[in-house]
């Protein structure tokens, strides 16, 4: 039997409303990846932000190398040796890497003045022990791809030198090849002795990297396994509760693709991308695919009016937009749901409600600007119940839900101003398996109501499964252009990367 490490018992911990977690346990080994599954809002972020002393219990023990323990705050469990790389990252956009990485504890000299130099040194060291030196310690976070700042946000966390690391979500923003890369680093953890507690709704990766697993369903602990005897229907019917068959099911044949009637013409905005040439049918989902950096969210939100482009045109039902600002691309009928949830999507601090009417305010208002309360309240409930929010009502904060029934409601936003063109950035980012399948099943419904789906993802089976074209991006430029049948992993990678293989290449 190999030693543990720390051990929780019995954990107990209620919110208004909400049994978070009902006297669950939970044994980490020393030097093993320990993984924790569960749906959106099982509880798994509440259980990590106990034993990272932000929340504290309201029963039960944890217990740290046999002593029990109880953590006023962060800084106290950081320690005695436990580090947490957050859901929701927790980042400030106008510092700088370094400064990130060492929030609270940076190197003083005199009169407590920062000693940037040595903050500087340091943060170079560790960029280079995971072989990041393309990152600069001076870049402000904010200017960083999501996918960086996950990684800076990683890198936080290491610099305490912990002996348990918790990663909550790490993958979310990551492509493969990012993934790749921190499994790698967290071999090098683990090899190192540090002991794992590892989150993730991506169930492959359990296989890939998980010694052991513990599933969680409704606050309450369902069972232990270890990862090399079971596969991945244990795992979703003991999180869920059921099976789910299909996930991403299937275009009815009744429900056949229509015109052309979206088209983006020589788009090109220096030095995001160029010379983009793309168009979608009536009820057409057309994937994006490529690498992070490919221009994708970019050329995303120019459709969208946020970023206008310097040139090119695009065109709705035959008519040219011209889109200064995003108020009047809603206006055209497109909306876009945003990666950046909790920078750009969402009001965190606002209800449910608020949140769910925000793009389209104007239609629970009067003439004199009264905002109609009842038809609100009406139409938040309904949106509730049809995206399948789980929350005990709709006056409850943003703030309060788990990470995945906030992805819900951003979808439910979007849905919301009935669109004729629908971008949607990573739409299921943080989402469960049950709730995968519900936001599949309703992006084709909205399809087969003549909506165009504009598909933005880094999760390469969900651009396959439902995509009904594919484009990929590499560098700005649209590099190749799929149909369904032919829309393979390996061609999409090696579009994606460049590699020649003999496809339809545009724009080249
Ligand atoms: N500060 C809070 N106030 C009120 N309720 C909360 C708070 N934090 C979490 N909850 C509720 O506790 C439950 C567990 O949430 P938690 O974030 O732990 O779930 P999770 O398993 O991490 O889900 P996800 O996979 O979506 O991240 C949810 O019902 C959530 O809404
Ligand atoms: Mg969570």
Same mark, same amino acid.
């Given at each position: 039997?190999?030693?543990?490490?720390?051990? *929780?018992?019995?954990?107990?911990?209620?919110?208004?409303?909400?049994?978070?977690?009902?006297?669950? =346990?939970?044994?980490?080994?020393?030097?093993?990846?320990? $993984?924790?599954?569960?749906?959106?809002?099982?509880?798994?972020? /509440?259980?990590?932000?106990?034993?990272?002393? *932000?929340?504290?219990?309201?029963?039960?023990?944890?217990?740290?190398?046999?002593?029990?323990?109880?953590?006023?705050?962060?800084?106290?469990?950081?320690?005695?040796?436990?580090?947490?790389?957050?859901?929701?990252?927790?980042?400030?956009?106008?510092?700088?890497?370094?400064?990130?990485?060492? $929030?609270?504890?940076?190197?003083?000299?005199?009169? =407590?003045?920062?000693?940037?130099?040595?903050?500087?040194?340091?943060?170079?060291?560790?960029?280079?022990?995971?072989?990041?030196?393309?990152?600069?310690?001076?870049?402000?976070?904010?200017?960083?791809?999501?996918?960086?700042?996950?990684? *800076?946000?990683?890198?936080?966390?290491?610099?305490?030198?912990?002996?348990?690391?918790?990663?909550?979500?790490?993958?979310?923003?990551?492509?493969?090849?990012? /993934?790749?890369?921190?499994?790698?680093?967290?071999?090098?953890?683990?090899?190192?002795?540090?002991?794992?507690?590892?989150?993730?709704?991506?169930?492959?990766?359990?296989?890939?990297?998980?010694?052991?697993?513990?599933?969680?369903?409704?606050?309450?602990?369902?069972?232990? $396994?270890?990862?090399?005897?079971?596969?991945?229907?244990?795992?979703?019917? @003991?999180?869920?509760?059921?099976?789910?068959?299909?996930?991403?099911?299937?275009?009815?044949?009744?429900?056949?693709?229509? @015109?052309?009637?979206?088209?983006?013409?020589?788009?090109?905005?220096?030095?995001?991308?160029?010379?983009?040439?793309?168009?979608?049918?009536?009820?057409?989902?057309?994937?994006?695919?490529?690498?992070?950096?490919?221009?994708?969210?970019?050329?995303?939100?120019?459709?969208?009016?946020?970023?206008?482009?310097?040139?090119?045109?695009?065109?709705?039902?035959?008519?040219?937009?011209?889109?200064?600002?995003?108020?009047? $691309?809603?206006?055209?009928?497109?909306?876009?749901? /945003?990666?950046?949830?909790?920078?750009?999507?969402?009001?965190?601090?606002?209800?449910?409600?608020?949140?769910?009417?925000?793009?389209?305010?104007?239609?629970?208002?009067?003439?004199?600007?009264?905002?109609?309360?009842?038809?609100?309240?009406?139409?938040?409930?309904?949106?509730?119940?049809?995206? =399948?929010?789980?929350?005990?009502?709709?006056?409850?904060?943003?703030?309060?839900?788990?990470?995945? @029934?906030?992805?819900? *409601?951003?979808?439910?936003?979007?849905?919301?101003?009935?669109?004729?063109?629908?971008?949607?950035?990573?739409? /299921?980012?943080?989402?469960?398996?049950?709730?995968?399948?519900?936001?599949?099943?309703?992006?084709?419904?909205?399809?087969?109501?003549?909506?165009?789906?504009?598909?933005?993802?880094?999760?390469?089976?969900?651009?396959?499964?439902?995509?009904?074209?594919?484009?990929?991006?590499?560098?700005?430029?649209?590099?190749?252009?799929?149909?369904?049948?032919?829309?393979?992993?390996?061609?999409?990678?090696?579009?994606?990367?460049?590699?020649?293989?003999?496809?339809?290449?545009? @724009?080249?």
């Amino acid at each position: 039997m190999a030693e543990v490490i720390l051990e *929780v018992r019995n954990i107990t911990k209620t919110f208004p409303g909400v049994k978070a977690l009902d006297e669950v =346990n939970f044994t980490l080994e020393k030097g093993t990846v320990h $993984a924790l599954v569960g749906e959106n809002g099982a509880g798994k972020s /509440t259980l990590m932000m106990i034993l990272g002393g *932000v929340y504290s219990q309201d029963s039960g023990d944890i217990l740290l190398e046999g002593t029990p323990v109880r953590f006023e705050s962060a800084y106290e469990a950081n320690r005695n040796g436990i580090s947490v790389v957050y859901q929701e990252l927790s980042l400030v956009s106008t510092l700088s890497v370094a400064g990130n990485i060492f $929030a609270n504890r940076q190197p003083t000299r005199g009169f =407590n003045l920062i000693n940037w130099d040595i903050l500087h040194k340091r943060t170079t060291g560790i960029l280079s022990r995971f072989e990041l030196e393309d990152i600069s310690p001076r870049t402000p976070v904010g200017d960083l791809t999501m996918a960086k700042r996950q990684v *800076v946000e990683i890198l936080k966390a290491m610099s305490v030198n912990p002996r348990i690391l918790i990663f909550d979500e790490p993958t979310s923003s990551l492509t493969d090849i990012e /993934t790749k890369e921190l499994f790698q680093n967290i071999r090098i953890l683990q090899n190192e002795g540090i002991s794992i507690i590892y989150i993730s709704h991506h169930l492959q990766e359990i296989f890939e990297i998980a010694d052991t697993v513990t599933i969680l369903r409704d606050g309450k602990h369902v069972c232990d $396994a270890d990862v090399a005897t079971i596969d991945e229907d244990f795992l979703i019917s @003991n999180m869920v509760g059921r099976q789910i068959g299909n996930m991403y099911g299937e275009r009815e044949p009744s429900e056949t693709v229509g @015109n052309t009637f979206f088209e983006v013409k020589n788009l090109s905005r220096d030095p995001d991308f160029e010379d983009v040439n793309f168009h979608i049918r009536q009820g057409e989902i057309v994937g994006f695919s490529g690498l992070i950096g490919a221009g994708r969210t970019e050329l995303g939100r120019a459709v969208f009016g946020a970023e206008p482009a310097d040139s090119g045109s695009i065109l709705l039902d035959g008519k040219e937009l011209v889109l200064r600002d995003t108020k009047q $691309a809603i206006q055209a009928g497109i909306g876009y749901l /945003t990666e950046d949830r909790k920078e750009q999507g969402l009001y965190l601090t606002f209800d449910i409600k608020s949140n769910l009417v925000s793009n389209h305010l104007k239609e629970f208002s009067s003439g004199q600007g009264f905002l109609k309360r009842k038809q609100i309240e009406n139409f938040a409930e309904k949106q509730v119940k049809e995206f =399948n929010i789980i929350t005990p009502g709709i006056s409850q904060l943003l703030n309060n839900l788990s990470g995945g @029934n906030q992805q819900k *409601v951003l979808v439910a936003c979007w849905f919301g101003i009935g669109p004729k063109i629908l971008i949607v950035d990573e739409p /299921t980012r943080g989402v469960d398996v049950g709730a995968k399948s519900d936001i599949y099943k309703l992006l084709r419904k909205l399809a087969s109501e003549g909506v165009g789906i504009m598909l933005i993802s880094s999760d390469l089976p969900e651009i396959i499964g439902i995509s009904d074209r594919v484009y990929v991006m590499r560098e700005g430029k649209i590099a190749g252009e799929l149909e369904k049948k032919d829309a393979t992993e390996e061609r999409i990678i090696s579009l994606a990367a460049g590699v020649h293989s003999g496809e339809k290449e545009l @724009n080249t």
